[in-house]
C-alpha cells in the first residue's frame, strides 16, 4: 500500500512539474552558436640519436625489417613512440612508427 501511494505522489509530481516547462521562443535576431570542433591530439616527436632507441625496437627493426637501417630517429616526449627513417638497399627511404614496447604501430600525426 505504501509503493502504491508512493508511486501516485511520485507520478502526479512529474505530471505538475512538466507542465511548467516551457519552450524558449527566440524573438527575432540571430542565435548566437558556439561551434567546437574537435581534433585528435598531434604527436609532437623530437630527434633523437639512432644510438639512443631502445634495444627492443632495434631488435624489432632487425627482425622485421631485415636488411634495413634505421637513419633518422624521433621520439615523443615521454619516449614511449618512435618515428623511424629506415634505408634499404635498393629501395626508398620509409617512415614508420613503433612503440617502446617493438610493436609497429599507425602515426597519429
Known sequence: MKNLVMTVAAAATLLFAT???N??????GEMAVAKTQVEAPVQKYTPIEVSDL???VTDA???DK???TVTEAWADAEMKT???TLEKEGAEAETAYINAAGEWIEPKE
Open 23 to 28: 519552450a524558449q521562443e527566440q524573438t527575432g
Open 54 to 56: 631502445p634495444v627492443t
Open 19 to 21: 507542465q511548467n516547462i
Open 61 to 63: 627493426v632487425k627482425e
Open 82 to 84: 618512435f618515428k623511424l
Open 66 to 68: 631485415a636488411g634495413a
